[in-house]
């Protein structure tokens, strides 16, 4: 079982995380991110094509997993 | 054949990418696409077609629809060894239902792969959670394929298909892409897989010295573990430049319960120029060691549990090159359709194997066992495909 003291301080910061969590503010503002909404700054703009490629690879390496991205973008609503 | 036990992969990669595409908060717009593509190297000719679409029923439903046929012919080398060639086909199928709801995007898809020697299914779910100001953006996905895994003992043109095993094969996934400033945004996904069953591809094969025979080496089936478990961690960033383009950076780890351990390196530069064109180039380079069982060359029959000689599980490095160009058509439409866009991308990958050794054509007298040249190869890769948004 683990020891209180190490516990209490993990205990606080969570709550002040979680507390805190509710309360940031956006540091980047929706009508600062035209850019971040450029086609050219999405992740994957055809994931028909790095599916495929990502095929390609999977085929020949031992690899695999843990590619592409999600969100981004504006984020405008 | 190229397409063997790793189509459930690749089934799980096109899962999860469906989620990738997706930013939370509003659903993609309505998208077709019509797809081609030619691999040229190593012996094999891989011709692909795809037709894609998919439409929101609502501002808050959207359903997705693909069909995928591989068009297979050649001899790859471990084949070549083994005197005979392919004429296969693969054709995939799959089908996407996403919801949003509030910041939530929630994804199911489900994909089946079908080859006269290989049968995969695959059932994913997955959701996408935008948070803090939508600066963040959480990821979470998971996937459960079932492979039927067969050994065609006949011909390419008279096939005689034996079924020898099926393998099961969960992924886990996460997710966190993080807007840092306004030219900046960085992610982390972290991807964890555990297999069980007919692990093996049953087309390679194992070889150990054998003096009796005239080669001096006799080719033997592999044996793997029926267990499988591997990580995988890719860490990218993509930064807004000064003038109109973009540059992204990633590194990829990879370690799994085999002892292969992956790195994988990318950059990107995309260059979009008048709003009618974006021009991309990419370089990456993949670097792996083997696997703790796999050897070109083992001492004799039997001299160990595991057994692997499939060059996927050696030592090797790859280098791309890749280029790709888009052109914008239809800026003011068309009656239902908005935009449209055609889209040409081809790389050049160099394959080195480092402990792979290429036996093909090598018989008596030209090499000893364990001093044939190494296996490398060429790669080119050809993708024409068009797109309307609707």
Known sequence: MRSPRIMLPGTVLGALLLSSACSIQPWVKPYERDRLADPIMAWDRDAISSAYLDHIRESREGSRGATGGAGGGCGCN | ?390
Not at chain 2, 236 to 264: E, I, S
Request: no cysteine.
């Open chain 2, 1 to 390: 054949m190229t397409h063997r036990h790793i189509v459930a992969r690749a089934a799980v990669i096109s899962a999860l990418l469906l989620v990738r595409s997706t930013s939370a908060d509003v659903l993609p717009d309505n998208r077709a696409d019509v797809f081609w593509s030619k691999y040229s190297g190593g012996g094999m000719d891989i011709t692909g077609y795809s037709a894609t679409a998919r439409a929101k029923v609502t501002e808050n439903l959207a359903l997705e629809a693909n069909y995928f046929i591989d068009k297979v012919s050649g001899a790859s080398v471990d084949v070549l060894s083994q005197a005979s060639v392919i004429k296969d086909e693969r054709r995939q199928k799959s089908g996407t239902i996403e919801y949003l709801r509030d910041k939530t995007t929630y994804t199911a898809s489900y994909i089946s792969s079908v080859e006269r020697d290989y049968i995969s299914e695959t059932a994913s779910f997955a959701l996408s959670q935008s948070m803090f100001g939508d600066l963040t953006t959480m990821t979470l996905g998971f996937s459960d394929t079932h492979n039927t895994v067969g050994d065609n003992g006949g011909t390419a043109d008279k096939p005689n298909v034996r079924w020898v095993g099926h393998a099961l094969s969960r992924a886990y996934s996460g997710g966190l892409s993080q807007i840092i400033t306004k030219n900046f945004i960085a992610g982390v996904n972290l991807q964890v897989f555990t297999d069980a069953g007919y692990l093996a591809n049953p087309y390679r094969a194992i070889r150990f010295l054998d003096p009796a025979t005239q080669i001096g080496y006799t080719l033997a089936g592999q044996t793997y573990p029926a267990t499988h478990t591997s990580t995988a961690v890719q860490v990218q960033a993509k930064y807004y430049l000064p003038y109109r383009a973009a540059v992204t950076g990633l590194y990829r780890y990879y370690t799994d319960t085999w002892g292969v351990v992956g790195n994988t390196y990318e950059l990107d530069y995309t260059h979009p120029l008048r709003n009618k064109w974006i021009f991309e180039g990419r370089v990456r380079y993949y670097k792996q060691g083997a696997a703790t069982f796999y050897s070109d060359l083992f001492p004799f029959a039997g001299s160990q549990n595991f057994t692997a000689r499939d060059q996927n599980l050696a030592a090797l490095d790859n280098t791309t090159i890749g280029a790709k160009v888009t052109y914008a058509f239809l800026p003011d439409g068309w009656r239902i359709f908005k935009r449209g866009t055609v889209t040409a991308d081809v790389s050049r990958i160099r394959f080195n194997y480092l402990d792979f050794r290429n036996i093909k054509n090598f018989g008596v007298p030209a090499y000893a066992p364990g001093t044939e040249p190494l296996y490398q190869f060429s790669a080119n890769v050809f993708q024409v495909f068009v797109s309307v948004y609707f």
